[in-house]
């Protein structure tokens, strides 16, 4: 029998393509380039992710984003993910980087945007899966650096599709970031925003007020406030909701606590990804199956959650109605 969620045609549109990085390729990377891990064996290195909270995360991926040094470093990662995602039946993935955390490191947009584009172009021919690129700034630095990293990417805004907000959440509301956000969108640039992974729902409504973003990624806490999922529900702002990191960073003890299908079922537009999902446990499939066996999902609920990600997506009209069919031809079997 083919796997139903695998079969189900998706996007991706949360994940983080340092947060892609397997312990293998850390290892051949750091042996490629001569870099010192602090960790002596692959399993050495599952055993240091156990988190408490984003932060003892974001400690170990800006480490093992170190490895990553050279175009063909860039390249293979992100191919490595596209195949891995084409495998899980994603059909179109919308994928962060982190300029930031390698700009800081001396290696520049020259390095990495090439790395990218041959991945991507490789997928589109060999995979048929489309892609983009989301550039996050990292919202632990100010914004000065975010509007520096902006002309830095200048000359590569036709390869960029969006920009995003990610990093430290607490202590770092998202009217810090309006300025580049504007920047951006007079780029023609579009927008999305990390809020309400860790934060109160007052950073949701503040990534839509203030950078006006077209979706937010997490978005977890919004039902801390009822207006607030109300507004999400009018205005049909999507979720890139990401369950198995959510239970890997305490958000929620185990995901049979989960409040994905609680806000599905209030009218919220949810969508499911990965997020790193070399550090979390698993890709999107896992994400789906996970959420199949803690919370009950359907079949009907896993096809509107795929649904919703085609929608929530920055794909044409006439590319989502594609696949939007193809569901409903599955949906109808
Ligand atoms: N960078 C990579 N993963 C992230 C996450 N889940 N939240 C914020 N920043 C991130
Ligand atoms: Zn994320």
Redesign the pocket.
């Known amino acids: 029998m083919t796997d139903f969620i695998i079969s189900l045609p998706k996007a991706e549109l949360?994940v983080?393509i340092?947060?892609t990085l397997e312990p293998e390729m850390m290892f051949e990377l750091a042996a490629r380039n001569g870099v010192d891990l602090p960790f002596a064996s692959v399993e050495e290195i599952g055993a240091a992710y156990e988190f408490t909270d984003?932060q003892s995360?974001?400690d170990i991926?800006y480490q093992g984003a170190e490895v990553l040094q050279t175009s063909d470093d860039f390249r293979d990662l992100m191919w490595a993910y596209l195949e891995r995602a084409a495998s899980d039946g994603v059909r179109h993935t919308e994928m962060?980087f982190?300029a930031q955390t390698h700009t800081n490191r001396g290696i520049g947009f020259d390095v990495f945007m090439p790395g990218f584009a041959a991945a991507m172009d490789r997928a589109t021919a060999e995979l048929g899966m489309t892609s983009l690129l989301i550039m996050?700034f990292?919202?632990h630095l100010p914004e000065s650096a975010a509007i520096e990293t902006l002309e830095a990417a200048r000359p590569y805004l036709g390869q960029i599709a969006a920009v995003g907000l990610?990093?430290?959440?607490l202590g770092h509301p998202p009217e810090d970031f309006a300025r580049v956000f504007a920047m951006a969108r007079d780029a023609g640039l579009r927008s999305v925003a990390?809020a309400g992974?860790?934060g109160p729902p007052g950073f949701i409504s503040g990534a839509l007020d203030s950078l006006r973003a077209e979706r937010i990624?997490?978005g977890v806490t919004c039902d801390q406030d009822d207006g607030l999922v109300s507004r999400l529900v009018t205005e049909q702002i999507p979720l890139t909701m990401?369950p198995l990191?959510n239970v890997r960073?305490k958000a929620f003890e185990r995901m049979e606590d989960h409040n994905l299908k609680r806000l599905m079922e209030r009218g919220v537009k949810v969508t499911v990804n990965s997020?790193?999902p070399s550090?979390f446990g698993g890709y999107i499939a896992d994400n789906y199956r996970a959420l199949e066996h803690g919370l009950g999902l359907t079949h009907a609920d896993l096809a509107v959650l795929a649904g919703n990600s085609i929608e929530a997506s920055f794909l044409d009209d006439e590319a989502k109605a594609m696949l939007i069919a193809e569901i409903d031809e599955m949906l109808a079997d």
């Open positions: 949360h983080h340092e947060g984003l995360f974001l991926y962060f982190d996050c990292l919202r990610d990093s430290s959440e990390h992974e860790e990624d997490h990401c990191s960073l997020d790193d550090y």
